[in-house]
């Protein structure tokens, strides 16, 4: 496989890596799959889109479409998530409700803003530089650069800061976090604003990136991302990075190799036959139920 296939894979494997990380920063604490992570992604570039037409500025629009889409993330979690964690209700009943949440939400999109693909203004010069042999466009270093410096950011968030710690405290017992005081609605409610703001910056670069914007991009990127964050095992960071890493990678070998077609199926291919291997995924850690 050659060096210029890895970076391309490695640059968009990155914002898979993105929004893996709000799949493994939800799971990690409430245990849930999020599947309206997607249509939160594909909301976040729509509502960039949108506001940039209004002339104000590439960059204002982008922070007020980041800043929205983590608003709606927050949303999303007391209208639908919190009243059913205070009722007790099933893990099933919460997955069942973010698919419905994923489709109301497209469909909203697609209502406002229709169907069709829109063009996204590119961030970065459209020039080419060539390293060893291998063409890279400053659209790939910056997207590139901008998710390891916002993977690092999260990583610093949950690991050296206090909420961080409140977020560990409550993904290790939630029922002993609030004893100890930590508002747990608050800190999943912060958690829901962090995977909405990775997600929102993941579709901006992405749209960046191919130049385009649509309401349905977040339903196969979704699930990709989904399959990274299990590949990597999810709840866990740096499993997200690395999952995205290898599903952008093995996405660009297969169309490099195999044919376009075939770039969104071997990402979940590879995913099966990790999972036959090592359940858990490559970094999750087999849980252990204390009776």
């Known amino acids: 496989m050659g060096i210029q296939q890895i970076f391309n894979g490695v640059t968009i494997g990155m914002s898979y890596a993105l929004i893996a990380v709000g799949y493994s920063l939800v799971f990690g604490i409430l245990r849930l799959v999020n599947f309206s992570h997607g249509s939160v992604y594909a909301f976040g570039a729509t509502i960039t889109l949108y506001l940039i037409s209004f002339n104000f500025g590439i960059m204002p629009a982008i922070i007020a479409g980041i800043i929205l889409t983590g608003l709606l993330n927050i949303l999303i979690d007391k209208a639908a998530m919190e009243p059913l964690r205070k009722q007790g209700a099933a893990s099933i009943t919460s997955l069942i409700t973010t698919i ?5 939400l497209t469909n909203l999109l697609i209502v406002r803003f229709g169907s069709q693909r829109r063009q996204f203004p590119s961030l970065f010069p459209d020039k080419t530089m060539n390293l060893l042999g291998v063409d890279i466009q400053y659209t790939q270093i910056g997207m590139l650069l901008i998710s390891l410096v916002l993977m690092v950011i999260l990583v610093l968030v949950v690991n050296k800061t206090k909420i961080g710690l409140a977020m560990r405290a409550s993904e290790q017992n939630m029922k002993a976090a609030k004893l100890m005081g930590i508002n747990v609605n608050f800190v999943v ?39 990274a964050a299990v590949l990597g095992g999810i709840g866990s960071l740096p499993g997200s990075i690395i999952g995205g890493v290898l599903v952008g990678i093995s996405e660009s070998a297969a169309a490099t190799y195999l044919g376009s077609e075939f770039r969104d199926s071997v990402a979940f291919i590879i995913l099966i036959v990790v999972l036959i291997i090592r359940p858990n995924g490559l970094l999750g850690k087999k849980e252990i139920e204390k009776v």
């Open 100 to 104: 419905g949440i994923s489709n109301i």
């Open 189 to 227: 409610s912060f958690t829901f604003l962090l995977g909405g703001i990775s997600a929102a910056i993941a579709g901006v670069l992405v749209s960046s990136y191919y130049g385009m914007a649509y309401p349905n991009m977040g339903y196969v990127s979704g699930l990709k991302a989904f399959a």
